[in-house]
């Protein structure tokens, strides 16, 4: 199973870019890259995954490096209301641990006036 | 609304005693998850289940068991092996495709 490895904490100034790094350097092919946030000890949030692509929606972008090793969440206007922990997870599907989701110590970003 | 639920919020219970956290979806998902949070930690697994009537293992299952009878339901069993049982129990499903997982609102099992 990959792992994954984000900085413990990050700080942003308001109206800013928050630009959110993950490492996965063990990906495998048929490993999925999630990012999810979580507020206050509630139920995490989806944001984006990606597969070897860039994506993009309304609430983030998400870039994954060509070798896919690492990947990048841009939140590209922080506001105080994306304060959160936010986690970085690779899934499976393939083999005996297919559909296994492993969440690993979070990014605290901080997002200040 | 389609959703995942736990229940209860709170849960206190005696040493010893082993309890049963419930987590229901009426999302149509194959995929089930249980996960534990300590205070200013990440969220560990315990159990998941991609289909009815088998679950696997996570990283922490020792002390915890669970069930997969029906397709909404999820029920896990803190028993009295789990030494450190006061926690933030978190609940979660997907379909078995790349779509994202849905939490739930969570569990506080405190042991006194």
């Known amino acids: 199973d990959a792992k994954t490895t984000q900085p413990p904490s990050m700080d942003c100034a308001e109206g800013r870019a928050a630009n959110l790094p993950c490492n996965h350097s063990t990906i495998s092919g048929n490993e999925y890259v999630y990012w999810y946030r979580q507020i206050h000890s509630q139920g995490p949030q989806y944001i984006i995954h990606?597969?070897?692509n860039n994506e993009t929606n309304e609430m983030a972008s998400l870039i994954i490096t060509e070798d896919r090793k690492s990947s990048t969440l841009i939140l590209p206007h922080a506001t105080l209301r994306d304060t959160a922990v936010y986690y970085c997870?690779?899934?499976?599907?393939?083999?005996?641990?297919?559909?296994?989701?492993?969440f690993g110590q979070g990014t605290i970003l901080t997002v200040h006036p | 609304d389609g959703g995942i639920t736990q229940s209860p919020k709170y849960l206190f219970r005696k040493e010893g005693q082993n309890v049963t956290l419930s987590c229901e979806q009426n999302?149509?998902?194959?995929?089930m998850y249980w996960y534990r949070q300590d205070p200013g930690q990440g969220l560990r697994l315990i159990y998941y289940s991609q289909i009815v009537n088998d679950f696997q293992k996570g990283d922490i299952a020792e002390g915890y068991s669970v069930s997969r009878e029906k397709k909404e339901s999820f029920p896990l069993t803190v028993t009295s092996a789990q030494k450190n049982p006061t926690a933030f129990y978190l609940c979660?499903?997907?379909?078995?495709?790349?779509?994202?997982?849905?939490f739930g609102q969570g569990t506080r099992l405190t042991v006194v």
């Open positions: 999302l149509n998902h194959d995929a």
């Open positions: 979660a499903s997907t379909l078995t495709d790349n779509t994202e997982a849905f």
């Open positions: 990606g597969l070897k």
């Open positions: 997870i690779v899934r499976i599907f393939g083999g005996t641990s297919y559909g296994k989701l492993t």
